[in-house]
């Protein structure tokens, strides 16, 4: 009997802990971290080990730090057996993690996906630091009455915006300070509640166009490769192969938002895929693959143990 088609997932900022590192200090993918450090100039082990909660929500640091992971997990899960390449037929991710999908489809090298990363941690911290911003997300209200009310607020003069549509009944909101509380105020009315999240800036909304001017340098003299596994992105949910405009893609994926629940609904119905694995800290997006589509096999390869539990996938 054949094995079916696998998609994998990685998760974008928000997954990071202060000593994320330590459960992949022992396995033979722990060497990423030296050719993430060496791409980047600082010692990614150091911040993967020690560097505390506080520090670590810094976005230049916390998206490093979950590439790394990510991509380590990603390679162990190859080693281990526990993924058949043959049938992995896409990749996913969400915000950040869609250059960590990018480097495991074979459109980027470890290397160039670690210098990206870092620009954009920069450009978006760069961005934020010019002008405050927050998020938070808004539960138990669909999407058309979410935006009803970010028109309704911006017709009031409040600045705020669709950010990550992630899952039913899940909506994040990006703004100004006093435009996300504006929407918390008005949350009730569309009988929802907004939890905030503890992010240094708005974004994927228009307050990240200094961000995405500056990493659209990046971008144009980063060279990805002419054929890849199919990578599904942010911005439109659709697949790309080949020669995409991964720059303007990349580029507008910081000021635009991050249609997940589009996303895995192209993993899952476009693309036939019946199992997806999550690869990275935490268990985010297998959370939110529960609620798009409850009867799709998710996995979560959060750490080396879960490997051991899981065993392989295909084959």
Request: with cysteine.
């Amino acid at each position: 009997m054949k094995a079916e088609p696998v998609a994998l997932m990685f998760p974008g900022q928000g997954t990071q802990r202060q000593g994320m590192g330590e459960p992949w200090r022992d396995t033979a993918s722990w060497c990423v971290t030296t050719e993430v450090s060496e791409t980047i100039g600082e010692d990614i082990a150091d911040i993967l080990l020690n560097t505390p909660d506080q520090e670590l929500r810094r976005t230049d640091l916390a998206q490093l730090a979950i590439f790394t992971v990510s991509v380590m997990a990603h390679h162990e899960s190859v080693r281990s057996g526990l993924l058949d390449g043959e049938m992995v037929v896409a990749c996913a991710g969400h915000s950040l993690g869609e250059y960590t999908a990018l480097t495991a489809a074979g459109a980027l090298t470890v290397g160039e996906a670690a210098a990206l990363v870092a620009a954009r941690g920069r450009a978006m911290r760069d961005a934020a630091r010019q002008r405050e911003g927050t998020m938070g997300v808004l539960v138990a209200a669909p999407l058309e009455a979410v935006q009803g009310l970010v028109d309704e607020l911006r017709a009031a003069g409040s600045d705020v915006w669709v950010a990550n549509v992630n899952a039913p009944g899940q909506t994040v909101l990006s703004g100004t300070v006093e435009g996300i509380e504006r929407a918390a105020e008005a949350a009730p009315s569309i009988g929802a509640k907004m939890i905030r999240l503890k992010v240094g800036g708005a974004f994927h909304s228009p307050l990240m166009e200094p961000a995405a001017e500056a990493l659209s340098v990046a971008l144009s003299h980063t060279l990805f490769a002419p054929t890849h596994l199919p990578v599904v992105a942010n911005v439109d949910a659709e697949p790309y192969s080949g020669l995409a405009d991964w720059p303007a893609l990349g580029a507008r994926q910081l000021t635009h938002p991050v249609l997940w629940e589009q996303s895995v609904r192209t993993l899952t119905d476009k693309l036939g895929c019946r199992r997806l694995v999550e690869l990275g800290p935490g268990r985010t997006l297998a959370g939110l693959v529960r609620r798009i589509a409850p009867d799709v096999e998710v996995v979560s390869v959060d750490s080396p143990g879960a490997l051991d539990s899981t065993g392989a996938l295909v084959g």
